[in-house]
């Protein structure tokens, strides 16, 4: 079956480690999307990327970094420059820019920085 | 302004009850999707819809695309469907987010 895979679904890391979260999809979807949610607030975009080896910066991308080697995947990096890493953080992918309503969604992981 | 509104903020309803959920937005083309999250948990998609109404189980969603409005309904509701609720309309290069619904089902 197709579908989105985030992990892990819980992480943990020491505070100023950078940590990498994974977010692959075989949907061969064009466009993949990382989201951030903080309690009591709704999900704001960090990153999202249209195309292989392309991808732009969103409200909140600062002390982030993604990468898009490769079409099904789109790892997050939380750098130690991002001053409230924990968060849950939601990845998503559609076929596209004006198709996104074909959209997928993944479970989401928990980051808690200690 | 939020492009996507939600309310209520939070709900409590007795086992049984019927429960409307509502989400209005101001952006988006014609599709909007349904997630639920319990607590600690992850995100679940419950429905994408586009037009008219779509129902699972206990759950249905309408959509009405003149007026930017959609609703969740959960009948005979049961303490399991205790979770937050989100409304997501994809629009252009991304999906706005509402703020969530958080429905608590008391036994």
């Known amino acids: 079956d197709g579908g989105i895979t985030q992990s892990p679904k819980y992480l943990f890391r020491k505070e100023g480690q950078n940590v990498t979260l994974s977010c692959e999809q075989n949907?061969?979807?064009?466009?993949m999307y990382w989201y951030r949610q903080d309690p009591g607030q709704g999900l704001r975009l960090i990153y999202y990327?249209?195309?292989?080896?392309?991808?732009q910066k969103g409200d909140i991308a600062e002390g982030y970094s993604v990468s898009r080697e490769k079409k099904e995947s789109f790892p997050l990096t939380v750098t130690s420059a991002q001053k409230n890493p924990t968060a849950f953080y939601l990845c998503?992918?559609?076929?596209?820019?004006?198709?996104?309503?074909?959209?997928?969604f993944g479970q989401g992981t928990r980051l808690t920085v200690v | 302004k939020n492009e996507v509104e939600q309310s209520p903020q939070n709900l409590t309803a007795q086992e049984g009850e019927f429960i409307t959920i509502n989400c209005s937005y101001s952006?988006?083309?014609?599709?909007l999707h349904w997630l639920q999250q319990h607590p600690g948990g992850g995100i679940v998609s419950l429905f994408m819809l586009s037009s008219g109404k779509k129902k699972h189980g206990r759950l249905i969603a309408t959509i009405n695309i003149q007026e930017k409005h959609s609703s969740l309904h959960i009948t005979a509701s049961h303490p399991r469907d205790s979770a937050v609720y989100i409304c997501a309309v994809p629009t252009g290069n991304q999906f706005y987010f509402g703020t969530g619904t958080s429905l608590t089902v008391i036994p």
């Open positions: 952006v988006g083309i014609s599709a």
């Open positions: 990327s249209q195309i292989v080896n392309d991808f």
């Open positions: 949907l061969n979807h064009d466009a």
């Open positions: 998503a992918s559609s076929w596209g820019r004006y198709t996104a309503a074909e959209a997928f």
